[in-house]
């Protein structure tokens, strides 16, 4: 099973669970590029009737045929409302206020709009806030969990911000989910096999964009397997050692890092279609007997 668990993340619970009661509005922030996946399902559970604006962030890199098909998914959810940012773009960003006013409903005169920012590792919570602000209020990186610790963001707009860490769950039940996070890049490089990443990686793209992937890589026709497109890249990117020996580190680290910098173009890693059906479990016969 592909997770990753870091102990901060654990506190960062709990002390979601504690400020909770006190947020008026919650923002959860998740990637245009796999927004099933990057949605934190403990989130969603600690969350309970409060509403929740969904920012999908990095809306720049995401296929928007596909984007829109998502915000038309969640607007249909209750007491959620959806939008699209690229985290940069002023007049998106200056509806987020607004909106979330709104939200909120009536709330005392006296103080300011709590929101609190919920969001995976590396999907952009930092950025959003130091747009929203106007200046550099919480650390950003290209790294995941950069936020280790809750922080009280007052922005002039009247609203209360709580950035919480990013928080991935302890175990990732769905498999395609773990790997699609990996893709991304919202599980830490250390914590995954590269290789066996990119092969994931290689065969979505084989499916869902394979043009855009034969662009790139300037190949005459597709190969037939996840390993001939590593393969095809390690001849094309200097990932051939001496005696035609094949780097699979190199070939790999070029694929996720063109995947994840957007140099394919803009693309999408799941649809809502790939949303799995809920378990039901059965009830265990022995445990309703006498």
Known sequence: MLGWYPGHMNKARRQIK?????????????????????????????????PCLKILSRDDLADPAITKRWIKHF???????????????????????????????????????RVMVMGIPNVGKSTLINSLAGKKVAKVGDEPAVTKRQQKITLPSGIAIIDTPGVLWPRIEDQNSAYRLATS????????????????????????????????????ELPETPEAVLELIASKRGGLRAGGEIDWH????????????????????????????????????EATED
């Open 18 to 50: 504690d400020a909770l009661p006190e947020i008026d509005v919650i923002i959860e922030v998740l990637d245009a590029r796999l927004p099933y996946s990057s949605a934190n399902p403990m989130l969603n559970e600690l969350r309970g009737k409060k």
């Open 75 to 113: 607007e249909e959810q209750d007491e959620t409302r959806a939008i699209t940012v690229t985290t940069t773009e002023s007049r998106t960003l200056k509806q987020i206020p607004k909106i979330v006013k709104e939200m909120a409903g009536q709330v005392r005169k006296d103080r300011t709009v």
């Open 185 to 220: 890049g919202a599980i830490r490089n250390t914590a995954i096999d590269y290789l066996d990443i990119a092969m994931f990686a290689a065969g979505e793209l084989m499916v869902r964009y394979p043009k855009p992937l034969e662009t790139r890589y300037k190949m005459k």
């Open 250 to 285: 190199k070939a790999s680290e070029v694929l996720l890092n063109d995947l994840r910098g957007g140099h394919m173009g803009r693309l999408s890693l799941e649809v809502p279609e790939d949303i799995p059906e809920p378990v039901i479990e059965e009830d265990d016969p």
